[in-house]
């Protein structure tokens, strides 16, 4: 990977991808520190609803910014969920449909629609959040025209981390959402660290052992999420003899990859993201009584409840098969192979084909859906078992799987655009 990073460092391009992503990041990192008016940060830093619960996590996807309340509080959160209702609404709607497939036109169309609802879902965030930091007493001046601006800003903020990962997209390399996460959890592994060594310089027994539990499922995990990323599935093809002239072509074995986490790390993102959304409505409404029904059902979704875990897992696995339908067509793989005159042995062209690579890739994506599912879990449980003594290490499975997914992802698209410049020697 690093000599990949020196070889890509040496090509002017990819140089300034590279360089032009970590201005980015860094300009992230900037409106990370930026205050916003009318909140004191002396009782910020006391807050403790702005770090408990479901907001622990929320806060690693900020990068500390959310228990901050500084400008880019709400992070990549409200450009992920538009992203998925739109990706869900293009699928419902056949006019959004009809827009999709309608070439680069229609996907500009598509993203300008994905803007203006993201701009909404940060404004109706951005009011929940002014009436979590309200509820908090972190707010100086609570008048009509502080509210405005509290809220102006946080949906400003939102707005420009869209801006931000968009140009990632278009100028930078890797996926925008994917490297803005990607340093946000970065920032926040000196605070599990420290937490760990904490726990070991404890002199406790408990501390000692739950220190070493976590430093052993963080490299386990490391490794297996490594070695899923690494592992494919190779479907045989063979190419029929053509005769043109006095020329042969043709008559070739290949095979086509299917690699076990095909989707990457997009369904442990989307899954978090969707998982936050009863703690964000809650944010509208007074905290509800010790007993009553809202109480019990707002409990679900702490991090400490199995149902949290459980839903965790079923959504990483449902999010593996939503995002693999919207992005791996086995018809026209199935059609491009017959229009080339090549096929799976055993198997007739067209939709014999067609439907054998669809029943290979659900099994794929079981599987890894799956393991994805119980690397993000795993923690969660030992954090239950230990008695919510992990505190943010409880999530490091969902960022171990960022992290690692997200390094390697970018490592191969460096790898190919070095590929396609013709560039000799880097994998060597």
Same mark, same amino acid.
């Given at each position: 990977?690093?000599?990949?990073?020196?070889?890509?460092?040496?090509? *002017?391009?990819?140089?300034?991808?590279?360089?032009?992503?970590?201005?980015?990041?860094?300009?992230?990192?900037?409106?990370? =520190?930026?205050?916003?008016?009318?909140?004191?940060?002396?009782?910020?830093?006391? =807050?403790?609803?702005?770090?408990?619960?479901?907001?622990?996590?929320?806060?690693?996807?900020?990068?500390? *910014?959310?228990?901050? *309340?500084?400008?880019?509080?709400?992070?990549?959160?409200?450009?992920?969920?538009?992203?998925?209702? !739109?990706?869900?609404?293009?699928? =419902?709607?056949? *006019?959004?449909?009809? !827009? =999709?497939?309608?070439?680069?036109?229609g996907q500009k169309k598509i993203t300008q629609i994905t803007r203006y609802v993201t701009v909404g879902l940060a404004l109706i965030t951005a009011i929940g959040y002014y009436m979590l930091l309200k509820n908090s007493g972190v707010i100086t001046d609570t008048s009509f025209f502080a509210a405005v601006v509290i809220i102006a800003c946080y949906c400003a903020g939102s707005s420009l981390v869209m801006w931000l990962a968009e140009k990632v997209n278009e100028h930078g390399i890797g996926n925008g959402i994917s490297m803005i996460l990607l340093a946000n959890i970065i920032s926040s592994l000196p605070g599990m660290v420290g937490t760990m060594w904490n726990q070991m310089m404890s002199g406790t027994v408990t501390g000692i052992i739950i220190a070493i539990v976590s430093l052993v499922l963080t490299l386990g995990m490391i490794v297996f999420v490594v070695f899923m990323h690494d592992s494919e599935r190779r479907l045989p093809i063979q190419y029929a003899k053509k005769v043109v002239g006095r020329k042969q072509y043709g008559g070739q074995n290949s095979n086509l990859p299917i690699k076990l986490t095909m989707t990457g790390v997009m369904p442990v993102i989307f899954a978090n993201s969707i998982i936050t959304i009863p703690a964000t409505v809650a944010l509208f409404f007074d905290t509800p009584k010790e007993g009553s029904f809202w109480a019990g059902f707002l409990n679900l979704f702490n991090t400490n409840h199995w149902f949290y875990a459980l839903l965790t897992f079923l959504l990483i696995i449902a999010f593996a098969y939503f995002y693999a339908a919207i992005s791996f067509n086995p018809i026209e793989i199935a059609n491009n192979l017959k229009k080339n005159g090549g096929f799976i042995p055993g198997i007739r062209p067209g939709k014999p084909t067609s439907d054998y690579i669809t029943r290979v890739t659900n099994r794929i994506i079981l599987i890894g859906a799956l393991m994805l599912g119980i690397i993000a879990v795993v923690p969660m449980i030992a954090n239950m078992i230990s008695g919510n003594q992990m505190g943010t290490l409880a999530f490091s499975g969902n960022s171990i799987i960022i992290v690692v997914g997200v390094i390697l992802e970018t490592t191969r698209e460096i790898e190919s655009q070095m590929s396609v410049r013709h560039y000799k020697g880097f994998l060597e």
């Open positions: 990977m690093f000599k990949t990073l020196v070889n890509a460092w040496k090509i *002017a391009d990819l140089r300034k991808k590279i360089l032009f992503t970590l201005f980015i990041v860094l300009l992230y990192r900037v409106g990370v =520190a930026i205050p916003i008016p009318y909140l004191d940060p002396v009782l910020i830093e006391s =807050a403790s609803k702005l770090s408990g619960g479901i907001f622990q996590f929320l806060n690693v996807l900020s990068g500390t *910014a959310f228990s901050q *309340a500084t400008l880019f509080a709400l992070g990549v959160s409200p450009y992920i969920t538009s992203s998925i209702v !739109m990706q869900l609404l293009t699928i =419902a709607i056949p *006019a959004l449909e009809r !827009m =999709a497939k309608d070439g680069q036109d």
